[in-house]
């Protein structure tokens, strides 16, 4: 396997960097409907957000590991952040390649799954190499220390038959090794971020996709390479493997038309910091940061960090104002304003947090407090 990847040198404060975003990239201002400014301005270290398939039936451990069609999301959704429990009736098959497509020196990418609503296009994904991956990939400690899955970055073009221009852009990919050959993950496309991508001229630009998502459209996606990072053992620094393609890939895909329920909130904090609607959709919620200068009262804006509690007090990680529900309770959330800690009290407040009732310790030390009933 060794043979088959290219070895690039990442500088490591970048890509600690990444680690510590959570590689995610949400910027607060990146709700189009909510903000002006578009999350642009991304390098291919800075990858993020979308979504990719891969399967095949000619590994018979992969065969004997997958389940049926509909199943393989539930299989890699605790690497997810994004969705719980998808309607597996909705579940669309890919239209299945040749043997011998999407073969490229070893690694074979095909589609398989995809589930798609007017909020995004979610996908599975498998990538298969005729050679065991390398142990330095197997037991790589980007995950084990930052508390991420394993993930794949694909450096992509898609076109959606909606859209008049293309989406050039590096799309993440969180999933596990099966086995030693075999790679299965989830990503998905969102279609109400403004994305940063690459025009004819290698420019970077804005890409938005339209306020009404159609019932059915037809979507072609190239991958050019992917690629994913490991700690070298040698070196003691970040590395990059990385294997040129191209795989493509095309499909006529059906959105579930999915409805979303709208919460003017306009509460904010005693440092201005507040949200100003709040969208609970199939999957997550969203909250619309806002900042009222004559509401910074007793505060300045970088003393103070909001904290989300489910309607059962459990701690919600708010990724950037996206909130995954998953198992919670979101009849209702309860967003608290706390003094932001200091980094002798950072991990302390992060395990009162994660461990236990941390509803009674936030309640203690929250300078302001805003409940959002969804009315379920």
């Given at each position: ?27 607060k ?30 590994n ?6 997958l ?15 994004y ?57 790589n ?14 450096d ?10 293309p ?28 994305h ?5 001229n ?11 998502i159609?019932e ?15 700690r070298?053992s ?56 806002g ?41 209702k ?41 969804f009315?379920?």
């Amino acid at each position: 396997m060794q043979n088959l990847f290219e070895e690039i040198k990442v500088p490591q404060t970048e890509l600690e960097n990444i680690v510590n975003e959570k590689l995610d990239m949400i910027r607060k201002d990146s709700r189009k409907k909510k903000r002006a400014k578009i999350l642009c301005g991304f390098t291919a270290a800075a990858a993020c957000m979308a979504g990719l398939i891969v399967f095949s039936v000619s590994n018979p451990v992969l065969a004997a590991q997958l389940p049926l069609i509909g199943h393989l999301f539930r299989q890699v959704e605790d690497q997810q952040s994004y969705y719980r429990d998808i309607d597996e009736t909705k579940v669309q098959k890919m239209p299945e390649a040749e043997e011998a497509e999407n073969v490229v020196d070893g690694i074979k990418i095909s589609l398989s799954e995809i589930y798609c609503n007017t909020e995004a296009l979610y996908m599975t994904v498998v990538i298969e190499s005729e050679e065991a991956f390398p142990d330095y990939l197997l037991n790589n400690t980007l995950a084990q220390t930052s508390q991420i899955p394993d993930l794949f970055i694909l450096d992509t073009d898609e076109t959606f038959g909606f859209t008049d221009q293309p989406l050039r852009t590096p799309l993440q990919a969180n999933g596990q090794y099966i086995d030693e050959h075999t790679f299965v993950g989830s990503a998905r496309v969102d279609f109400t971020l403004g994305h940063g991508s690459i025009d004819e001229n290698g420019n970077e630009t804005n890409f938005l996709f339209p306020d009404v998502i159609p019932e059915s459209f037809h979507w072609n996606m190239d991958i050019k390479k992917i690629y994913t990072w490991y700690r070298s053992s040698a070196s003691d620094s970040w590395e990059t493997c990385t294997l040129e393609g191209p795989w493509s890939f095309e499909a006529d895909v059906a959105a579930k038309q999915t409805e979303k329920i709208v919460k003017e909130v306009n509460d904010y904090g005693p440092n201005g910091m507040g949200i100003t609607t709040a969208e609970k959709r199939e999957y997550e919620i969203l909250l619309n940061y806002g900042y009222d200068e004559s509401k910074a009262t007793t505060y300045d804006y970088e003393s103070i960090q909001s904290i989300v509690l489910d309607a059962d007090g459990k701690y919600m990680l708010d990724k950037a104002g996206m909130l995954p529900i998953g198992d919670f309770n979101v009849s209702k959330i309860h967003v608290y304003y706390v003094p932001v800690a200091s980094e002798e009290d950072w991990m302390e407040v992060q395990e009162k947090l994660t461990v236990g009732e941390p509803a009674d310790f936030i309640k203690e030390i929250a300078a302001h407090h805003t409940e959002i009933d969804f009315g379920d």
